[in-house]
């Protein structure tokens, strides 16, 4: 009989060890999972004035229910604004409540440089937000899907 080394326990060790975990996949659902549970709310980013720009970055985006945005302030005199009563280019879904990035009713109030809104969309449809100092340059529309 021949002397069974270290390397050949190790080896044959190694090959019991693939066959133990042969059929396991990181794609394959844990046993508890529910498969029709549903995704967990994301976060989401908006640049608003990139490098100084009148713009929105990116101007369009597409969210699920209950997910959040938040706008971070890349340069100043900017605020963002989904109220109907801030400009007419804005839309909100029916059921919706309006958003803006500043408190009352003075729509031109501007948020600092580095300063950053969040909004979380509860309702679906389409959104679209300005900055009420640069409109019509400065908008952006966020497509809430269920």
């Given amino acids: 009989m021949a002397h069974k080394t270290r390397r050949w326990y190790l080896a044959s060790i190694g090959g019991l060890s693939v066959v133990g975990v042969a059929g396991c996949s990181e794609d394959e659902p844990e046993p508890d999972a529910e498969p029709d549970a549903e995704p967990e709310p994301q976060e989401h980013e908006v640049i608003a004035g990139p490098d100084g720009s009148w713009a929105f970055d990116p101007e369009e985006l597409t969210i699920r229910?209950?997910?959040?945005?938040?706008?971070?302030?890349?340069?100043?005199?900017?605020?963002?604004?989904?109220?109907?009563?801030?400009?007419?280019?804005?839309?909100?879904?029916?059921?919706?409540?309006?958003?803006?990035?500043?408190?009352?009713?003075?729509?031109?109030?501007i948020v600092s440089e580095g300063d950053e809104y969040s909004h979380t969309f509860d309702v679906p449809g389409e959104y679209v937000y300005v900055c009420t100092p640069h409109i019509p340059q400065m908008t952006g529309s966020i497509v809430v899907e269920e």
């Fill in 65 to 109: 229910v209950g997910d959040t945005v938040t706008w971070y302030f890349d340069s100043a005199g900017h605020n963002v604004t989904a109220h109907p009563d801030a400009a007419s280019d804005t839309q909100i879904p029916d059921g919706a409540e309006p958003f803006a990035s500043y408190e009352g009713d003075n729509h031109l109030e």
